[in-house]
């Protein structure tokens, strides 16, 4: 059953709609770096995911199909017919789901850093909720965040990284684990073929979290999908790399 996530509007009120959704552990002011960009020419809704910042935390596990229906209703709550949508890890795994499953709501589609199927193994993810069940959100925290971003920027951004580890050392358990349970046992691959929407696939070079092999998996089953890899950038592309991200973004739902 879908819930009624927490959300943002910025822009004019009569702009095309830019759904922006974020990563595992994250809020959604992950995409501030995005809003001064974007803002201008979109009106640009942020949402929180189910068991994340302000949004319910119902009980675990969650599919991408809850993930999805939750934008769905977002939608429907703001009475957009049809939106862009730009979604990073987690949110991309949305995009991909909303593309194949609602092709009439989503207009173009983002996905940054994402993948179409679990990373890692999925023993993996379930010692990765194992964790987070039995020793809490910050045992869990700096070891996610230090591959959000290169090591060379993490050095010279200290500040940064100690934001998204208190980001993520907050994220609700329950909620952290019922979205790790998503993406322990999704496919997404058998839907990309029947994705519409014109579609713009972006990741950060040294990304360890979804490797641009994984991107190019995506870019290469999608009809006419785009693929950029951006140097000098890991997972949180969008934070470390924000100017070509924004240009990309820009360049892609203005067309």
Known sequence: MSVDVHYTVDGPEDAPVVVLSGALGSRLDMWDPQMAGLTGQFRVVR???RGHGGSPVPPAPYSIADLGSDVLRLLDRLKVERAHF??????????????????????????????????????????R????????????????????????????????VALFVDMVANTPAEGYAGCCAAIQHMDLRP??????????????????????????LIASAIPDARLEIVPDAAHLVS?????IVNELLVEHFGK
């Open 191 to 216: 839907g990309l073929p029947s994705i519409s929407a014109p579609t713009l696939v972006v990741v950060g070079k040294q990304d360890p979290s979804t490797p641009p092999e994984l991107s190019e």
């Open 129 to 160: 909720i194992h964790t987070v069940r039995t020793e809490g959100m910050a045992a869990l925290a700096p070891t996610v965040v230090s591959r959000w971003f290169t090591p060379a920027y993490a050095e010279r951004e200290p500040q940064t």
């Open 47 to 49: 949402h929180d995911i």
């Open 239 to 243: 934070w470390e790399q924000a100017t």
């Open 86 to 127: 730009a979604g990073l890890s987690l949110g991309g795994m949305t995009g991909m789901w909303l593309a194949a499953h609602a092709p009439e709501r989503i207009d173009r589609l983002a996905l940054l850093g994402t993948s179409p199927k679990p990373p890692g193994t999925r023993e993996g993810w379930a010692e």
